[in-house]
C-alpha cells in the first residue's frame, strides 16, 4: 500500500513534466467562407433591388452620430 | 435481383424523389418570396424615406417609434415583410449549413451597408439612429 502511495505520488508529480503542444484551431477563413456564400445567397436573392424602381440608392457610411428620442 | 435488393433500391429512389421533390418545393417558395418581397420593395423604401420605418441590427424591419404602427399600412406591410424574412432566412440557412439567426444577422450588416444617408437603423444597443 504504501509503495503504491510513493508510486501515485511520483506519477503525479511527473505529470507536471509534461508539456502537451496544442496546436490552435483554424476556423477563421470557414465563417469566412460560410459568410460568402450566405452573401452571395442574400446579393442574388434581392437582386431586384438594383433594377427595382426606386432602389438607386448610395450607400455610406453605418456610423451615424445622431439618435432617435 | 433478389427480393431484399429490390426493396432497397426502391426504398433509395423513393428517398432520392422525396429528396428532389422537396428542393423543387424550396427553389418554387423562394421564388414566391422573391416575388412577394419585390411586389412591397417601393412601398417599404418609402416608409424608410420618411423615417418611419427601418432597418434592425437583427435583420428585421421595425417601426422607427411605436406610434408608427397606428398606421395599419405600416403595421401589415412590416408583419408582411418580416414573416417573410423569417422564412427566407430558414431556406437560406438550409442552403448554406447556418443557422437562420446567421442569416439574419448577415442580411442585417447587408442592409445597414446600403441604406442611404438619413434612413434610420436600430443597432445592437436598441438605439435607432439616423445614417449619415
Keep these: ?69 | 435481383m433478389t427480393n431484399k435488393t429490390q426493396r432497397l433500391t426502391s426504398v433509395a429512389v423513393m428517398v432520392l424523389g422525396i429528396g428532389l421533390l422537396a428542393s423543387i418545393a424550396e427553389a418554387g417558395r423562394k421564388e414566391e418570396l422573391r416575388d412577394k418581397f419585390a411586389g412591397r420593395y417601393a412601398a417599404i423604401q418609402e416608409l424608410k424615406a420618411v423615417g418611419k420605418l427601418g432597418e434592425t441590427f437583427l435583420g428585421y424591419v421595425d417601426a422607427v417609434k411605436p406610434d408608427y404602427l397606428n398606421d395599419a399600412n405600416v403595421k401589415k406591410l412590416m408583419t408582411e415583410e418580416n414573416a417573410d424574412r423569417s422564412e427566407l432566412y430558414r431556406l437560406l440557412a438550409k442552403e448554406t449549413g447556418v443557422t437562420p439567426e446567421d442569416v439574419a444577422a448577415r442580411n442585417a450588416a447587408r442592409n445597414f451597408t446600403k441604406a442611404p444617408a438619413g434612413e434610420y437603423l436600430k443597432h445592437a444597443d436598441g438605439v435607432w439612429r439616423k445614417k449619415g
Excluded: H, W, Y
Excluded at chain 1, 6 to 21: E, Y
Excluded at chain 1, 33 to 40: A, I, M, P, S, W
Design chain 1, 1 to 69: 500500500m504504501k509503495r503504491m502511495m510513493i508510486l501515485l505520488v511520483l506519477l503525479v508529480s511527473a505529470a507536471g513534466c509534461f508539456r502537451v503542444k496544442v496546436d490552435p484551431v483554424e476556423v477563421k477563413p470557414i465563417t469566412l467562407n460560410v459568410n460568402l456564400k450566405v452573401d452571395r445567397q442574400l446579393d442574388d436573392f434581392f437582386a431586384f433591388e438594383k433594377t427595382g424602381a426606386g432602389a438607386a440608392t448610395t450607400a455610406t457610411s453605418t456610423q451615424p452620430p445622431a439618435a432617435v428620442k
